[in-house]
């Protein structure tokens, strides 16, 4: 092989590796070249990535930036104005200034994305520039053997159709309708053709629920779950489980795109987490968005600009969605405050532990609901609390699940993405301005989704019935009139 001047000059910058189907190593031969680490290209692929935090050494990052691996950008932008680069926020009010003490000039961080690590403008941003090192075609086994109903069925092949013609998808389902099930052909089809495949939701319960069930179905590929506090893998990943803040630390990285739950909170409120999710993906990467209760703009948008769509009004088993009882519960706070259990309330759950029914108590705020647990737990020593900043609520969870405990008192960080055969759910408080009617929606559909329980109690406790209660409940009634 003739080798041109320019050529010559290139090679000799670089670090010679043996090219060899056995081995590589710094051994003399007839061609020499750089050859990137496996590791390095796995876990770099459509990441952005703060230079100094990765699970490599420094001096391999700066070994590699030097050979232009690496694009590396300022964490915060501060020119023509300030705009994170990681989260893109541009309002200025969510930016900071001070006296940095690294660079010794004034810096700026942003506060939108600070849960994600503080990154200041004298902070650099890396993004891999070189080849991908990995086989286009996935050899992914399938061991998914159930059967979808005919709603089911017309829906799975509505979203891979979509899908496979790079088209935007709304799935709008009913709590229990299957959704999950309905996403697995169109996600199989997706990684046999080679492609990169995310499932976005804003919480960590549903990836936690989600993930297992995904080993599951799609065996023989490396998947991950990534959430806060979850571990960093280096290995190359065709499907990823996240929430929609880990789409923070992607750009331009997935073939497809599907935001699970795509109407909670905070995805639903927050533009930077909606950006994030059509920065993750590539520029002409489908997005199929899969919720129980869109929001109107997202109706809105799938009619104007004419994305496919399913809707399927009926569970997976056939039967009706149960529908939510009213029972007043006059001055229930006056109560706590007493270190009573309201008489109504503490009723239903006695007539849970009689049953040995598993159930679940919503509060509208961590506040009162851990004011009261200490009272709910003289009732019932296993009856815990759990909430968003609970670092044991997956394993309180899984004890639930498991019939170690007999009940848990939530909030909302519990309305979706979790199943529980046979579980009764009751709202304190469903007047609360905190719970809107899809929220109540969904707490409504943790219940009767197992075949063999299809029915369950469903009771909102009040003090003054609201518009957002009756908006669920009609909304409830009117999906079991749907054929």
Avoid at 17 to 27: D, E, G, L, V
Avoid at 175 to 198: H, M, N, P, Q
Avoid at 251 to 257: L, P, T, Y
Avoid at 305 to 315: D, Y
Wanted: net charge positive; glycine share 4%.
């Amino acid at each position: 092989m003739m080798l041109t001047t320019s050529a010559k000059k290139r090679y000799r910058l670089l670090k010679p590796y043996c090219i060899s189907s056995k081995q590589n190593h710094p051994i003399h031969t007839s061609y020499f070249g750089f050859i990137p680490e496996p590791a390095m290209v796995n876990f770099f692929t459509g990441r952005i990535w703060p230079r100094n935090y990765t699970p490599f050494p420094h001096e391999k990052i700066e070994t590699y930036t030097g050979r232009g691996y690496f694009e590396t950008v300022p964490a915060v932008m501060t020119k023509p104005k300030l705009i994170c680069r990681r989260c893109l926020n541009e309002q200025a009010h969510k930016f900071i200034s001070f006296h940095c003490a690294k660079c010794q000039k004034i810096c700026h961080y942003c506060r939108h994305c600070i849960t994600m690590g503080r990154m200041c403008s004298c902070d650099e941003l890396i993004l891999w520039k070189g080849a991908e090192n990995r086989k286009r075609k996935t050899q992914v086994q399938f061991a998914w053997s159930g059967n979808l109903t005919a709603h089911q069925k017309k829906a799975a092949d509505e979203l891979a159709q979509s899908i496979s013609q790079n088209r935007n998808h709304l799935l709008e389902a009913v709590c229990g309708a299957g959704k999950t099930e309905i996403l697995f052909a169109a996600i199989y089809d997706s990684l046999k053709a080679g492609k990169r495949v995310c499932v976005a939701t804003p919480r960590t319960d549903v990836v936690l629920e989600l993930y297992p069930r995904f080993q599951q179905v799609f065996r023989n590929i490396t998947i991950h779950a990534l959430y806060g506090g979850a571990e960093i893998s280096t290995q190359f990943a065709p499907l990823i489980l996240a929430t929609t803040h880990q789409l923070y630390r992607f750009e331009h990285a997935f073939d497809v795109m599907i935001v699970d739950e795509a109407d909670a909170f905070p995805y639903t409120y927050d533009e930077a987490l909606q950006r994030a999710v059509l920065k993750a993906k590539k520029p002409d990467a489908p997005i199929a968005f899969v919720t129980a209760t869109p929001s109107n703009k997202l109706l809105l948008q799938q009619r104007k600009e004419n994305w496919g769509c399913s809707f399927i009004a009926r569970r997976f088993h056939g039967h009706p969605l149960p529908v939510p009882r009213f029972q007043s519960l006059w001055n229930y706070e006056k109560a706590f405050q007493k270190n009573k259990i309201p008489q109504k309330l503490q009723a239903w759950v006695k007539q849970r532990l009689q049953k040995n029914e598993p159930f679940l108590i919503f509060f509208p705020t961590i506040e009162l609901m851990e004011q009261v647990t200490p009272l709910f737990q003289k009732l019932e020593p296993t009856i815990e609390s759990v909430h968003s900043e609970d670092a044991d609520r997956k394993e309180k969870v899984l004890q639930l699940r498991n019939e170690e405990r007999k009940g848990l008192l939530t909030t909302t960080i519990l309305e979706r993405g979790i199943t529980i055969k046979n579980v009764q759910v009751a709202v304190v408080g469903a007047e609360n301005p905190f719970f809107t009617s899809s929220a109540l929606i969904q707490i409504s559909g943790r219940v009767g989704r197992n075949v063999q329980y299809p029915t369950g109690d469903i009771v909102f406790f009040h003090h003054g019935i609201t518009i957002e209660m009756d908006r669920a409940r009609n909304k409830i009634v009117e999906m079991n009139r749907h054929e």
